[in-house]
């Protein structure tokens, strides 16, 4: 544990030092969401397993703060590159700008923007990143009463990465992009399975399901 400590603050301070700027850690919890949120005083819970740089089983409790806007608050259990597994934790917040299946006026799709944070310390080496999404996706029906929403999200967010280990302490600011293309089937109002990719430093694949238990 203490080598792999040693490494990354050498690193990091390597990377501060030459101005060569660090790779993206990105997100341990995925997106996990469509466009549409879920309505004013709805509640669902989730769960999810990420193959990707960071290995990770997290899980999430969303609520409708209005007909158009959602809150969801994330933890997770994350093992990132050599590192012991460690807890990890998010906020997020959608507004939904346009509906798909609005009575009035039938938009393209459903859209979403929002902001995030999250937070993870790996015994010395801390992430912090706070930024704002743009989460897009359209509905179909199925036969059987069932939906499929493929669904994309871009994110743009300040990562901000802290070393404090044997004495060494050190931190670095960094502007990142992340994209990440899923799609849900809902099976039921209550109840839907998540598969998506993520491109965002943290690139792999994640599954999950959700949920309605408000």
């Not at 490494?7 to 390597?14: D, I, S």
């Not at 030092?17 to 879920?38: E, N, R």
């Not at 993870?120 to 929403?149: E, M, N």
Request: with cysteine; glycine share 14%.
């Amino acid at each position: 544990m203490k080598k792999a400590a040693i490494v990354v603050a050498t690193v990091l301070l390597a990377g501060v030092a030459y101005g060569d700027g660090l790779d993206a850690y990105g997100s341990a919890f995925g997106t996990l969401s469509k466009a549409q949120v879920i309505g004013q005083g709805a509640g669902d819970i989730g769960l999810a397993v990420g193959a990707a740089d960071w290995n990770s089983f997290v899980g999430f409790f969303a609520y409708g703060m209005s007909e158009s806007t959602e809150g969801r608050i994330k933890l997770g259990i994350a093992d990132e590159r050599g590192f012991d597994a460690t807890v990890t934790f998010g906020l997020d917040f959608h507004y939904q700008m346009l509906d798909f299946n609005s009575a009035v006026q039938q938009d393209p799709l459903d859209l979403s923007v929002g902001g995030f944070f999250e937070y993870v310390d790996f015994d010395g080496f801390s992430i912090f990143q706070i930024g704002a999404d743009l989460l897009g996706s359209i509905p179909f029906s199925l036969s059987g009463g069932t939906t499929l929403t493929p669904y994309g999200r871009f994110n743009v967010r300040l990562e901000r990465y802290k070393v404090d280990v044997l004495g060494v302490s050190k931190s670095e600011s960094e502007l990142k992009f992340g994209l990440s293309l899923g799609t849900c089937w809902d099976m039921s109002e209550d109840f839907g399975l998540y598969g998506e990719f993520q491109f965002d430093g943290n690139d792999g694949l994640f599954a999950g399901l959700r949920y309605r238990v408000l």
